[in-house]
């Protein structure tokens, strides 16, 4: 059974970001997956090192697209961005250098709460806000 799944309320009604977003919820998922089974330490870390890049990926992108478009909420959300990213370095260093398990529980559900909040809370503004440009022209790097 999928522990975390994106579903159409975590929709922001723009197919790239949905595609982004569907890809980070995937790596919590992978990751709450490979440790509930016990998998050894360096798999964990690669998934690791995979959202942490994805996330960066996305953020910078999401941010880009707010800042040309003249999204009021524009600072602050880039701020809660910056306060993820460094969680996840957080949890990157000690997995780079601690042995054994490295991720507990809460851990886990902290990632899957805060990629569910974020989303559904912050994320879902910039679906309801006039912006000063249309939504059709993101340009998306391939990941
Ligand atoms: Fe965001
Ligand atoms: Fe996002």
Known sequence: MTWFAWGEELSVGIP??????????GLVDELHAAWSR????????????????QSKLHFAHEEAYLATRGFPGFEEHGAEHARLLDTLFGF?????????RVFDAPQLDFLRNWVWDH??????QYAHTPLTQGRAAVAVEPA
């Open 16 to 25: 790239e970001f949905d595609a982004e977003h569907r890809m980070l919820v």
């Open 38 to 53: 016990g998998v050894e330490t360096v798999a964990l870390v690669s998934i690791l090192d995979r959202l942490v890049e």
């Open 92 to 100: 990157q260093r000690h997995c780079h250098t601690s042995p054994g």
């Open 119 to 124: 989303i559904r809370e912050l994320d879902r």
